[in-house]
Each structure stands twice: as C-alpha cells, then as structure tokens.
C-alpha cells in the first residue's frame, strides 16, 4: 500500500515538473509556432543558475528568483537576434536553429560547470521528510505537488481572464489579424518567448533539489516534453497538464512493475496515440 | 536540384576524384586510409540523411537509431559465429530498414514538427535499449570485436585485417550505396519524393499516398543508415551505444547542412568538411559541440545552402 | 449511355465546430453534364468541394462517384477513382518543370511511381502523353520551364493540365478563371467545353464570373448560406427571384 502511495506521489511530482516545462514548449509553438529544441538547456540553465546563485547567497528562494529571470533574460537575446530571422523560412530551418542552440548552451554548461553532477538542497522550510505510512516521504516533493497545480491554475487565469492573456491567443491563432488591430507582433513574440524560458527555467530551478543537477538534464528533459505535447496534442494547456501527469505515473509505476524495461515505456505510450488518436488527446486537427 | 552529370569537366573530375581515392591507401601513409575510411562512411550517413531531408522534405533526428542498429546485427552475429561477411552486411543493412519501417510508420503519420519530434524520440528509444539490455548488447561498454570474417569472393578470401583491404571495401560498399542513391534520385520514385517535398497536397490530389512514399523514403534511408552503421562496426571492430544518441544523429544533419542539402554530394563534401572541423577543434578543447552549434548558427542563418550549395549556385548564374 | 449519375449526393452536412457550413445537400450530375455551382461569398463552396475531393469527410450525408461511394476515402483514393479537383489557389509544383508536373499524375496513373531503380527519362511513352496534355492545352513551349516562373495565367493552365493528364471522369474546378485577364478567360471557356467535348469529361465548377458559368454551364446549382437554395438550366437560374435576392438584393444577375 504504501509502495503504492510512494510511487502515486513520486510520479505526481515528477509529473508536475514535467508539465511546467511542456506548458513553456506548448505555449511557445502555439504562438510562434517555433518548436525550440533548445527548451531543455533552458530547463538546465534555470537549475545551474540557481544552483551558482545558492553558492554566493545561501537562498533557494533567491536562486528560484534569479535564475529563471537569467534564463528569461536569454531567451529575449535569442529571439531577437537570432529566431526572429528565422520565422518566414521553411520549418526544417527553424527546427536546425534551435537544435544548434541546443549544442551551444549544452556544452556551455558542461565547460562553465564542469561534466560532473552537483547537489542542490531544498530549503530549510521544505527539508526533510514527513511520515507517511511506516516511511517518510520527501516534503519538498509533496511541495512540488502543490505548486504546480497552483501555477498551472495561475497560468490558466492568465491565459483565459487576463487582457494579455487573450491577446497572446489571439495572436497564436492568427497572427495578421492581431497586426491588423495594432497588435505589435515582433514585441508579443519575444515576450512569450521570453515567458516559455522563464517557465522552462523555473521547472529546472524547483527540480534542482529533486533530482541532481547535471550536464545531461537538458537531453532527457526535452525528450519526455516533446513526448508530453505530442501525447497531449500541441498547443494545448490541458493536453500538457494530462500528458505530464500521465507520463510521470508512467515512469513511477513502470519501476514497479517494469524493471529496467521501464525506459521504453514513455516511447510505448508515444506509439500506442500516434497509431491510435495522432493528433494527441487535446490535440486540433492536424 | 539541377543536374549537372552531363558536363564533361564534371565527369572527368569524379573519374579522377575515384581513381584517387582507390590509390590512395597505396601510396599515402595509412594514416590517411584510416582517416578516409571514416570519412566514406560519414559520407554515406550524411547522404541516407538527406534522402530525408534534401529530397522529401522530412527532418529526422533519429537516424542514428538505425545507424546503430546496422552496427549492433552485425557484431551479434559476427560474435555468433556467422562467417558470411555479405550475409552479415545484409541482415545489418535489412534489420535497420525493417526497424525504419517500423518506427517511419509511426512517424509519417504527422509533418514536420512532430515529425523531428518523433524521431528523436524513437531514436533515443534505440540508444536506450542498447544502452540498457546488457545480456544482448553488452550495455554502455558496447560489443567490441576480436575477429571480423574475411570476404569471401569466388576463388579467393580477403581478408579485412590489412586496413588497406578494409579501406577498399569500405570504399566499395560506400560507393555502391551512393550510385543506388543516385538512381533513386533520378528514378520516377526520385521525382515523386521531390513532388512530396514541394507540395504534398497537389500531390494527394494527383493521387499519390504520401505517407506511403514517405515511409518508403524512411525505410530506404534507414536501411543505407544501417549499412553505412555496418561498416563502421566492421571499420571499428566494435559496437557502442555512442552510436545511437542523438548527439550522434546530429552528425549527418550537421554535414549535409555544411555541405548544402540543395546539391547531391552536399551532404559528402559537408562530411569531409566535418571532419577536418573536429581535427581541428579537438586538437584544442574537448568542447566540440559548442563550436559546430556555433558554426551551424550562422550557416542556418545566412547560408541555407551550405559551402556546396552556395558554390554551385554562383558557378550557376 | 448509363443513367448512373457521375456524381450523387446525399445531405451533405459539414460544420466547424458549431459553425454548420453547409447542410443538407442532395443532388445528381449525369455523366458529361457541364454543370456549375455557384453562390455568394461564405456560402459553403469550397467546404463542399474539400468534401467531395476527400479533402476532409463530411460530418453528415454521403457521397456517391459513378455509383460507388466515396464519402470520407482519402483524396488519393477518389483520384485513382478518377476524380479530380483544381484549386482556387494555384497548387502545382514550382520548382519542377512543367513537363514534370504532368508526369508525375501520369506515373501514377500507371502505378510506376514506386520505380526506384530506373532512370526517369526511360519512361518515354509517359514523356510522350506529358506532352500531348501539354500541347493540348497550349503550353506546350514552355515544357521545360519550372512551373513556379510562368506568368499567372499559364500556372493555371499547368494546374489544369496536372488535373487533366490523368483523363479523370469528373474534375471539379475551383474558379479555373480566378485573376485571368479577358482573353485567358476566354481560353479557359474554350478549353473547357473542347475537353468535355472530345473526351466526355463532366466538369463541375464554381465561379465568380458569371459570364462564364452562363457560358459553359448546362445546369447551375446555386449555394447560399450553406444550403442548395435552386437548380437549374442558366435561363431557370437567371430568372430565379429567390437566387437574385440571395446574390444582390432583388437587382439583376449580370452576364
């Protein structure tokens, strides 16, 4: 029973953590209609800048603050200096683009950081364990299960209720329409770019405690997030809430009953909605 | 993509770039075959790639998968004792164009986007798997090679151990998969795929199956991917993980976008410029993925048609 | 001659979400009937059109081609059937060459698109049908051409020989005169009853023109908001009160 309350949780958290990066990708394709391969190195850089922030000021919360504003930072000298002249040439460039990207920032980390992995510890507040059952379980996990619900609901708000929000919708659907009604497009652009990094960053500073920080989080990250969004059907918010949650019980279970085989499971799912619902469970048609 | 094997100085020059490179192991230190070695079968990769991306329009970042499957069929019969060295090359070569047709079937159902997506996926879902399952593919250490049958022609055998016969097989093997790639490309098939690439909807609507054609490219491009993978087994005398991580499937994107994807060779000439580019780079630092990111930013950017493509098209006007 | 109509529809229905935009439509075209559909903007033709074409199937209703039914079969299928649409957008191949463009229906057609090791110029009898399509319909010059580089009149001439190369039954013709000048308009009429003349092909187009759907058509279906509002022989149509209130308010339908 309780192995099952363990791993319940264990695939709640990872899940949520998990969708904080997709909802980022997501909603970066369905406004710009780029898919940034470099996501994961922003996942990875939230996590090492927080990490290099706690090494000069002992705060997580700090780092959790600074890091992804970085990370956010960069993602505006990207877009304009190097995306924007991209935007009306085929998809396959655009694609390159980002995977080049990818190359630099993931090597960057490795030679600024070095190739081995770090330790990150929570904060006090959200140290230790609680009991639960005969055993105890991580608070900070439990932690990571609260907040991401909180900060999908509060993206959710903003996308539905805020004026931002629906302008940003409107600009993902059609783009010449907004520049019709005096939308600025190009600023709208770096801004939700600038968003989807800080959200990518913010995943990998919170999963910094959770899991060590190292040079390959980027790589296996940005494979279970495209994995998430085509599951859940690109472009949605819900299809990354599902998808990530679903994938994250996934691997938690899979463990169990799984054994080592447990890596091929997200590709499994993968391949059953490809051959079953293709556009994914919240998907438009294709 | 314009066709230019009717010029004669064309001509002459490829018979002249063949003659060379059948003598060099002959008269240039062996160093070098090994070096050219290497170089051919990159190339071949780099040209299986773009059958994908130069000539149906399609951008996958998972060949690597199928370059390894190629490596790993035929080290695990090699280390069971099958002495057909054709026979190997062959399963090597039918394994990973099944393996293709399998995954290029999931694959061709959704475009572009998803369609990189999905491939780097399932690409890493084979490194994984070779990665992982120990008993069969010796996991992270690989499966390495003591000996590699010899070639068995009628009459005679040769033997792969002298790296200049290796050289020449593989010189062979390569050349072979370029000339099929070459008719391909020329066949009516050719100019379907290109058809696929420029406008996919005219095309359903002049009746062709797109995701059949498209499957039919992936599968063949997977199967030379395995070939050229079976070679560098052989070239190697080991099987490795390595092979299989999309880091390594980066490789052919990153030649064939230097050489130029517009033009037939492209892809080869980026390979040989590759490789002089990890010469230098790994003399200096160990970091040599940020140098090709940083080498492949502004050939995306202001140089779509890579070194090869570009010059062409200035010999052109 | 067969009475099985060419093309059959039974209400038909598509709607986008909760948009219904076009409903219950049911008609018939005998075989080699010139026939057009025609309707204010937003009406629904080029939704009935994707429909029929395979494009995407309806969400209601049935389609029926010489008798079978094709109703959501993929759009490569219907055209192996032998049913072909152009579109209001010029949809060809740019940077192919005409002659290319042709061949590729005809090496479908013959099922010789999976040949993988002969070389393309071997297909010789297929080179020679390309170019009969070609002169047939007039451009024949401008064979080695890449279509994309042709004035806008002759890219729709490639479009329609893309469309015809395969000798389809029934081709269905988005506004084959969109953006033409007067003279290219009255090629295309030319053409159009030429080819349904000599091969027995129906053709079944919408258009803005009026001139020249009173020009070919032998009966007119009208569109509006969705619904098959009238049929009829142009004279039924033109005299129609209800088809001149739809299109311009009670004035008079211009031909």
């Not at chain 1, 396959?92 to 990207?101: E, H, M, N, R």
């Not at chain 2, 070569?93 to 780097?120: K, N, P, Q, W």
């Not at chain 2, 050719?190 to 359903?204: D, Q, S």
């Not at chain 3, 329609?160 to 039954?169: N, T």
Request: glycine fraction near 10%.
């Amino acid at each position: 029973m309780e192995s099952l309350v363990t791993n319940l949780l264990n695939g709640l958290s990872w899940g949520m953590l998990l969708f904080l990066i997709s909802v980022g990708l997501t909603t970066v394709f369905g406004v710009l209609g780029i898919l940034n391969f470099a996501h994961g190195s922003f996942f990875m850089l939230g996590a090492y800048l927080c990490m290099q922030v706690m090494h000069v000021v002992p705060s997580f919360w700090l780092g959790i603050l600074i890091g992804p504003l970085a990370v956010a930072l960069l993602g505006i000298v990207i877009e304009k200096f190097l995306l924007r002249r991209v935007y009306d040439r085929d998809v396959s460039f655009q694609l390159l683009l980002t995977f080049a990207i990818l190359l630099v920032l993931d090597d960057a980390v490795r030679i600024i950081w070095g190739a081995g992995y770090h330790v990150v510890d929570a904060p006090k507040i959200l140290a230790g364990t609680i009991p639960l059952f005969s055993h105890s379980y991580p608070v900070y996990r439990i932690f990571l299960i609260i907040i991401g619900p909180l900060i999908g609901i509060a993206l959710w708000s903003f996308f539905h209720f805020t004026r931002w929000g629906r302008i940003i919708r409107a600009a993902a659907v059609d783009r010449e329409m907004a520049e019709g009604i005096g939308i600025r497009v190009p600023l709208l652009f770096t801004a939700v770019f600038a968003f989807g990094s800080w959200l990518a960053a913010l995943g990998g500073a919170l999963a910094a405690p959770h899991q060590s920080v190292a040079p390959s989080m980027g790589e296996s990250i940005i494979i279970e997030s495209f994995i998430v969004v085509v599951i859940g059907g690109m472009g949605s918010f819900p299809g990354a809430f599902v998808g990530a949650l679903l994938l994250g019980l996934l691997e938690s279970f899979g463990t169990v009953f799984a054994g080592r085989a447990q890596m091929a499971l997200p590709y499994i799912l993968l391949a059953l909605v490809l051959l079953i619902r293709p556009r994914g469970f919240f998907g438009r048609e294709a | 993509m314009k066709n230019h094997s009717g010029r004669p100085k064309t001509v002459i020059f490829f018979i002249f770039l063949i003659g060379f490179l059948i003598g060099c192991p002959f008269f240039l230190p062996t160093y070098w075959t090994f070096i050219f070695g290497e170089i051919l079968i990159m190339a071949l990769f780099a040209m299986s790639f773009n059958l994908l991306l130069g000539y149906s329009g399609l951008l996958s970042f998972g060949q690597a998968g199928f370059f390894g499957v190629g490596a790993y069929v035929v080290a695990l019969l090699i280390l069971k004792g099958w002495q057909s060295l054709t026979l190997i090359m062959l399963a090597g070569t039918i394994s990973a164009a099944l393996a293709a047709a399998v995954i290029g079937y999931l694959c061709v159902r959704r475009d572009e986007i998803y369609f990189a997506m999905i491939t780097l996926g399932f690409g890493m879902m084979l490194f994984t798997i070779a990665h992982n399952w120990i008993e069969l593919t010796g996991g992270s250490d690989g499966l390495p090679l003591a000996v590699i049958p010899a070639l068995k022609l009628p009459g005679f055998e040769l033997s792969l151990f002298d790296p200049r016969i290796m050289y020449l097989f593989i010189l062979f093997v390569v050349l072979a998969g370029i000339f099929f790639l070459w008719r391909l490309v020329r066949s009516p098939f050719g100019l379907i795929l290109t058809a696929a690439r420029e406008n996919k909807e005219r095309l359903a609507f002049v009746g062709a199956d797109v995701r059949l054609v498209r499957l039919t490219a992936f599968t063949i491009a997977g199967g030379l991917a395995g070939l050229s993978g079976a070679l560098f087994c052989l070239f190697n005398s080991m099987a490795t993980p390595g092979f299989m991580h999309w880091s390594y499937s980066a490789r052919p994107i990153l030649m064939t976008i230097l050489g130029g994807s517009g033009v037939f060779l492209g892809p080869a000439f980026g390979a040989v410029v590759f490789f002089l580019l990890e010469q230098v780079i790994t003399n200096v630092t160990d970091n040599w993925m940020i140098f090709l990111g940083a080498i492949l930013i502004p050939v995306v950017i202001f140089f779509p048609q890579g070194i090869l493509g570009t010059l062409v098209k200035h010999f052109d006007r | 001659m067969t009475d099985v109509p060419i093309l059959k529809i039974e209400h038909l229905g598509h709607s986008y979400g909760k948009f219904q935009v076009i409903d219950d439509i049911s008609l018939a075209i005998p075989p080699g009937e010139l026939t057009a559909l025609i309707g204010p903007n937003g009406a629904g033709k080029t939704t009935f059109y994707n429909v029929v074409s395979g494009r995407f199937p309806p969400r209601r209703g049935k389609v029926f081609f010489a008798g079978r039914e094709i109703t959501g079969k993929p759009a490569h299928k219907i055209v192996s059937l032998g049913l072909l649409r152009s579109f209001q957008i010029t949809n060809i191949f740019p940077e192919l060459s005409v002659r290319e463009n042709v061949l590729i229906p005809l090496l479908l057609q013959q099922r010789r698109g999976y040949t993988f090791l002969r070389p393309l110029k071997k297909e010789k009898d297929l080179y020679r049908k390309a170019d009969d399509v070609l002169s047939k319909i007039g451009i024949l010059d401008a064979a080695d051409q890449p279509a994309g580089e042709l004035a806008y009149g002759d890219k729709r001439l490639v479009e329609m020989a893309i469309v015809l190369a395969r000798r389809p039954k029934l081709v269905l013709l988005d506004e084959p005169t969109a953006g033409m000048n007067p003279e290219e308009t009255e090629r295309m009429i030319r053409l159009i009853k030429e080819l349904a003349e000599r091969f027995g092909t129906t053709f079944f187009l919408t258009e803005h023109d009026m001139k020249v759907v009173f020009s070919i058509a032998k009966r007119i279906f009208v569109l509006y908001q969705g619904g098959l509002l009238a049929t009829g022989t142009p004279e039924e149509i033109r005299a129609n009160p209800q088809v001149r209130e739809a299109y311009l308010g009670g004035g008079t339908i211009q031909c």
